[in-house]
């Protein structure tokens, strides 16, 4: 169950922009895709409430259905500020390990504190893959107090710190 549910494909960032801005008391949000250019570019006015989102915006669990591109992460953690968790049951034609680093890149740049969950659906997890993931998150030293938990085919990485 989610505050805020929006089904339609590839959903204009311009209004989500304005829904978040009109209904501030939303926890949680699932979107199933996001457009960030399409039908056009954000006009000064969604520009400008988007720059001063993170005084109204209290969403903390975000669940995107279908990611279509890596940005489509930065826009939502600038969007959701106090993001907690964030869900992903598809990424479209992106490596796993490439999105877990520009994640982990993006929080650290933006010294954000609250993120701490990720979850992803991955149909072809198995053992030897979460070895990897933990290899590659160990010896490139991108987190150190975390777990990675497999439950079916979803992937979770949760820390405490970053």
Known sequence: MYDLEI???KFFIGALIKIVNLLPEVNTLKIHSLSLYEPR???SKELFIFSSIEDTSKITNVYLEKMNGIEEFSFLLELCPYMKSFKV???KHIDFKFVLRYIFKTIKEDCN???CLLCFRIPTVDDEMIRKL???I???KILFNYTIRQISDYIYIEWKEF
């Open 134 to 136: 933990k290899r590659m």
């Open 7 to 9: 089904s339609k494909e």
């Open 113 to 115: 504190d609250y993120l």
């Open 41 to 43: 570019m954000l006009n």
């Open 138 to 140: 160990n010896f490139e």
């Open 89 to 91: 049951d598809y990424i």
